[in-house]
């Protein structure tokens, strides 16, 4: 059996929403994992993979997606 890993964006996805059927793809302008209808930031992977991905981690423990990182001036 696999292991899946999510993790979710703190900042545009608190309550840790997603629908595997509408992940865009991964080379769509750092918005990988956000469902197409509401913009939501998750990540299937670890943290390493989403580092990867333009995902940060900040130093409180958050996990915020690409887009949030540009928009809060994360990066």
Same mark, same amino acid.
């Given at each position: 059996?696999? !292991? ?5 964006? *703190? ?9 595997? =059927? &509408? ?7 750092? !918005? ?5 209808? *509401? ?9 390493? =993979? &989403? ?25």
């Amino acid at each position: 059996m696999a !292991r899946h890993c999510f993790m979710f964006c *703190d900042i545009c996805n608190l309550t840790g929403w997603h629908h595997v =059927e &509408a992940r865009r793809d991964p080379d769509r302008n750092g !918005r990988n994992g956000r469902r197409i209808s *509401d913009g939501r930031g998750w990540f299937e992977g670890t943290d390493q =993979e &989403a580092i990867c991905h333009g995902w940060v981690l900040t130093p409180e423990g958050q996990h915020v997606c690409p887009v949030c990182a540009k928009n809060h001036h994360l990066t």
